[in-house]
């Protein structure tokens, strides 16, 4: 099983919590984290005037995105973290400039209310979640693609909550499992029982033609500046069960994490580029789409405070 916590080494990560603190000082996640020229996460706005629209004229190249394995978890105290020996995926194309091979993946989240959630957010606005698909160059390791401005390329997928049928059913039984085996219910080597799932089952429905790309960092410590960030404009749709399953998947001294998300970082004259299929036609679109009603963005979450402990008695391992 490959190791990783929260991509940073568990040596590198430790002594850090949720949230960071900045003061006169710095970063309470340290010096690292503190002076930064292309820190992650970003507001991704396209009134920001180094963001660009371009159009996506070089087809994504992925491999072993499609296989069935089985995955292990991992609870680091900070999210949850799935490996797995039998995954070997790798991309290239997308406009990326080199190969990267697939390591692991997390998630990131708000909190019950459901403010917060996504590190990302688009024109101010976060969505529930986000999960990041994290590589490194297939000609180096992750440990030492830390150190290269291309080293690491993440895959970042907003995850927003839906009332309608379109919910991702491959994310539903993930973060089922994962709630009913974090609860001391399942095996103690982390592997997820009973279901196979391959990455492209979690992020079927979005076009992958469609993508922010920019240049920035590791959004937990030690915060490398290595990182190719894709960031893609359509969400992830979940059921409000599989959130709140989602927000029970992980527990620190006994109580359910929240909040495991960075605040945006500053842009600091950084390219943000937009590709698309038709630039042109997005431009025009983000144009109206930035004067929506932001009361869809703040729907009412009471769903968070269900009781949905009765339906767990129908999720028991069969």
Request: charged content about 25%; hydrophobic content about 30%.
């Amino acid at each position: 099983m490959k190791l990783l916590a929260t991509v940073a080494s568990s040596a590198l990560a430790a002594g850090w919590s949720y949230p960071e603190t900045f003061s006169p000082g710095g970063s309470s996640w340290g010096p690292e984290c503190t002076v930064q020229m292309r820190g992650s996460p970003i507001d991704l706005d396209y009134t920001y005037r180094h963001f660009h629209f371009m159009d996506c004229q070089e087809a994504w190249n992925m491999t072993g995105y499609d296989t069935q394995a089985t995955w292990k978890f991992a609870d680091n105290e900070h999210t949850v973290e799935l490996t797995s020996d039998d995954v070997d995926a790798n991309f290239s194309g997308g406009h990326i400039g080199n190969e990267y091979q697939f390591h692991s993946f997390h998630f990131h989240w708000g909190d019950k209310s459901g403010h917060g959630g996504s590190e990302h957010t688009i024109n101010g606005h976060h969505t529930f979640a986000e999960v990041h698909f994290v590589h490194h160059r297939s000609d180096i390791d992750l440990t030492t693609g830390l150190g290269f401005g291309d080293g690491l390329a993440v895959l970042g997928f907003m995850i927003e909550v839906t009332d309608g049928d379109e919910s991702n059913d491959a994310m539903g039984e993930l973060a089922r499992r994962l709630r009913w085996q974090s609860n001391k219910k399942g095996n103690e080597d982390g592997t997820i029982q009973n279901f196979d799932f391959s990455i492209n089952d979690l992020t079927s429905g979005v076009d992958m033609n469609n993508f922010y790309r920019y240049e920035g960092s590791l959004t937990t410590p030690p915060c490398s500046e290595a990182v190719q960030w894709t960031v893609f404009k359509d969400p992830i749709r979940i059921s409000e069960k599989t959130a709140a399953n989602l927000l029970r998947s992980a527990d620190l001294d006994d109580e359910h994490i929240e909040d495991n998300f960075r605040p945006v970082m500053p842009l600091a004259e950084r390219d943000v580029i937009f590709y698309s299929d038709s630039s042109s036609a997005f431009k025009a679109a983000f144009r109206n789409e930035r004067n929506f009603d932001h009361e869809r963005h703040h729907r009412d979450y009471d769903w968070m405070h269900e009781d949905h402990e009765h339906e767990d008695k129908h999720d028991e391992e069969h």
